[in-house]
């Protein structure tokens, strides 16, 4: 178009050509943009999804532990510094994506977001990797082999999938020559490729945990399955339950499998039908214990197979003793009772009916029966106070037997904020939609706390009080002023035991750095 000479018209229509090709290359760059705008969301909805899922998975693993702290406990200790770990690294990410998008005032407009300087002058000093670019790539190298530490060597394909997620190495242009990471994947990129990367990192991230709960507890549901687990149990049946000095102890050990869905149609003990004792597919035996000596009971339970009647005989032993002359107390928690709680206490006397125990404290304290042996206890004024139980015996006697419980406060409770207590670091965006709880670190009771006040003071603003366990207008206003490296302090938090509605005695205050 450029050589020879041209006529006036051959050089509109030229012009014409170059206008239009220009044209066409902005449209083009402004899909681009705008397809890894639409990809950026779709990865945040994405993680959003998978982030619901694990904490279902979480709060399941949680539930387990409680109920079985010797099988789930060691599982839940590795997914609770998985997610420390990955938790670290997402704020993180969200804190370089608010970095990145702070002068853009719709974060929608992907078209706009096709200058590269921003990240490049965090990231780089001219051909140079910036001391937070060195950051954030030790970051995700630090979660990589963190996450590899937790889980050990057990999972090698896992392990496998996690170097590649979050691999750095450097990378290798045609000529053979080596590029750092970060300068082949952020260098000169639009602000919402990179917007879009970061997103795709938290993804992995959510991913990652994703698979490592999946792993821990299809792990533990395969070891369920075998032969030596759960489903399985040695049955000792000796040939009596008490024995004397020097004699041998005989008897067999059994493999027994629980199933609480297999019902017997019929049970016999003795000459009586007792099918109506049987509970989650288990036998349960009440009858009375005889005279003192050893004592036998025999008794068949009948299943159907095949529409025919199959008779499994059983039989035991078992000795009755002297009747007991003082009773058994104990605490469910601890040798403590704690005044504004509903502290269990557990009495029994052995060989003793529940009808014929009767438990008693002063006036100025409250014991209430709930079950079989079970009792609330509600101290009152004083430092403790004494159960006294008096038991009848069918040999008519009566035993009396007094227990004596410190009684203490409640302790000091912490402020929170998900989870963490003490100092934490947020991005300023963030911290407005936080809400203030408090919780007992490391109490014996799991207790639940309404949080009804606090006072939030930011440096060099006026202290200002707020209703309820969320900001309200007036200290949003106040936080707004907040500045980068500013500790907001959250003090004189007033807090509730919710179902006593018992006032905690002090709050321990908690502190948010501003990380941006």
Do not use: C, H
């Not at 099988?71 to 997402?90: A, E, F, R």
């Not at 590269?116 to 002058?121: C, G, H, K, S, T």
């Not at 082949?184 to 990367?197: D, E, M, N």
């Not at 938090?493 to 948010?512: F, G, M």
């Amino acid at each position: 178009m450029a050589g020879g000479k041209l006529s006036a018209r051959q050089k509109m229509i030229n012009l014409m050509y170059l206008v239009f090709i220009a044209m066409l290359a902005m449209n083009m760059s402004k899909e681009v943009l705008s397809a890894f705008g639409f990809m950026n969301e779709e990865l945040t909805e994405s993680s959003r999804t998978t982030s619901i899922k694990n904490n279902e998975s979480y709060s399941n693993l949680n539930i387990k532990a409680k109920d079985q702290k010797e099988k789930y406990g060691p599982l839940k200790t590795k997914s609770d510094q998985i997610k420390s770990l990955s938790n670290d690294l997402n704020v993180y990410l969200d804190t370089l994506k608010a970095k990145i998008t702070e002068d853009i005032d719709d974060l929608k407009d992907y078209e706009s977001m096709d200058k590269p300087d921003v990240l490049d002058e965090y990231f780089f000093n001219g051909d140079k990797l910036s001391k937070k670019g060195k950051e954030f790539k030790d970051k995700i190298n630090s979660y990589r082999n963190s996450v590899i530490s937790v889980l050990g060597s057990a999972d090698s394909k896992l392990i496998s999938v996690i170097n590649k997620r979050f691999n750095t190495d450097d990378y290798k242009n045609k000529d053979g020559k080596k590029i750092d990471w970060i300068e082949y994947r952020y260098k000169g990129f639009p602000v919402v490729a990179s917007l879009t990367s970061f997103s795709q990192i938290q993804g992995n991230i959510k991913n990652t945990e994703s698979d490592i709960l999946s792993a821990l507890l299809g792990n533990q549901l395969e070891g369920d399955s075998k032969l030596t687990t759960n489903n399985y149990k040695g049955i000792v049946r000796l040939e009596k339950t008490a024995y004397f000095s020097g004699e041998r102890v005989k008897g067999q050990v059994v493999l027994g499998r629980y199933d609480d869905q297999l019902v017997p149609s019929k049970v016999t003990l003795g000459k009586k039908d007792i099918t109506n004792n049987v509970e989650n597919g288990q036998v349960i035996i009440d009858m009375p214990a005889g005279n003192v000596g050893e004592r036998e009971f025999k008794g068949v339970i009948t299943f159907m197979q095949d529409g025919e009647a199959q008779d499994i005989p059983f039989e035991s032993s078992y000795s009755v003793i002297s009747l007991p002359s003082q009773a058994v107390i104990s605490a469910d928690k601890m040798n403590v009772v704690y005044r504004g709680l509903d502290n269990p206490i557990s009495i029994s006397v052995p060989g003793v009916g529940d009808k014929d125990i009767n438990p008693s404290v002063s006036k100025s304290n409250k014991l209430t029966r709930t079950g079989l042996g079970k009792y609330i206890l509600k101290p009152g004024v004083g430092d403790e106070v004494v159960i006294n139980v008096s038991a009848k015996l069918s040999n008519g006697k009566t035993i009396k037997t007094p227990k004596t419980f410190r009684i203490k406060n409640l302790p000091t409770a912490a402020g929170v904020i998900k989870g963490d207590f003490g100092v934490i670091s947020l991005p300023k965006s963030f911290i407005p939609k936080v809400e203030i709880n408090a919780e007992f670190p490391d109490f014996v009771f799991d207790l639940e706390l309404d949080v009804l006040e606090f006072t939030l003071k930011v440096p060099g603003q006026l202290s200002v009080k707020v209703k309820g366990n969320k900001f309200n207008s007036k200290a949003k206003k106040i936080i707004a002023k907040a500045r980068r490296g500013d500790v907001i302090a959250i003090y004189k938090i007033q807090a509730i035991e919710r179902k006593s509605k018992t006032r905690v005695p002090r709050v321990l205050p908690i502190n948010i750095e501003v990380s941006n």
